[in-house]
């Protein structure tokens, strides 16, 4: 995977250094301002340039946006040795263990939770970027439950589509948790609690919760 500041032109050595210098400034001013009320020159006073400077990297605030949420879909990747996400039932194990790495970069998360939610705003332009990123990780979460009830010789259940869109809510909400109080919220294991929950649900469901219910005496 290509770093997001080698996109175009080959770039000198110093400007790809001030690039992503620009980008972790975009990240902590984006994850605590928001995309609308964070500027460009908050990003340029972080990191002692000017307006004018920040727009000769970037071009414009909007693509400095989609080059930040590129940065953070990186940073999921960083530390495997194939450099993309992996497709099938290691894709479950995938998800535990980025969780378990967002623990230690919360500056990251941070981001990626404020403009996930500024994005349902009318005309934010990251909202395409989340759709298409929601449809996709729900396309590639489903064909993991597939291939996995393929291999336990489960049939296949109608209910993965649900499970599937349930794995990605529980992720996200964790992580808002998370952001709101660190010490109540363990993240890794909350979310390895959840997925595991959530691919036995599907593989081995069990009782409907109605059947907890005690009749009244």
């Known amino acids: 995977m290509a770093n997001v500041s080698d996109t175009g032109?080959?770039?000198?050595?110093a400007t790809r250094l001030k690039r992503t210098e620009i980008l972790k400034a975009a990240v902590e001013i984006f994850g605590s301002k928001g995309y609308t009320n964070g500027t460009l020159a908050d990003i340029a006073e972080q990191v002692g340039m000017t307006h004018?400077?920040?727009?000769?990297?970037?071009?414009?605030?909007?693509?400095?946006?989609?080059?930040?949420l590129a940065y953070r879909d990186q940073a999921d990747v960083a530390d495997l040795v194939e450099q993309h996400i992996p497709g099938g039932p290691e894709l479950f194990l995938h998800l535990v263990r980025t969780a378990f790495a967002n623990a230690r970069r919360a500056g990251i998360v941070q981001v990626y939770t404020v403009l996930s939610g500024e994005s349902v705003t009318d005309d934010h332009p990251a909202r395409s970027f989340f759709e298409e990123r929601y449809t996709t990780l729900r396309r590639e979460v489903s064909n993991a439950f597939l291939e996995l009830c393929a291999r336990e010789g489960v049939t296949e259940p109608d209910?993965?589509?649900?499970?599937?869109?349930?794995i990605l809510a529980v992720m996200d909400g964790l992580q808002l948790q998370w952001l709101l109080h660190p010490a109540a919220i363990e993240l890794g294991r909350a979310n390895e609690f959840a997925i595991r929950a959530i691919v036995n649900?599907?593989?081995?469901?069990?009782?409907?919760?109605?059947?907890?219910?005690?009749s009244a005496s």
């Not at 004018?52 to 930040?68: D, I, M, T, W, Y």
């Open 52 to 68: 004018a400077g920040v727009l000769h990297h970037f071009g414009s605030k909007q693509k400095l946006l989609l080059e930040v």
């Open 159 to 166: 209910t993965i589509a649900e499970a599937s869109a349930s």
């Open 201 to 214: 649900a599907v593989l081995q469901p069990g009782p409907e919760l109605e059947s907890y219910q005690r």
């Open 9 to 13: 032109p080959q770039l000198r050595p």
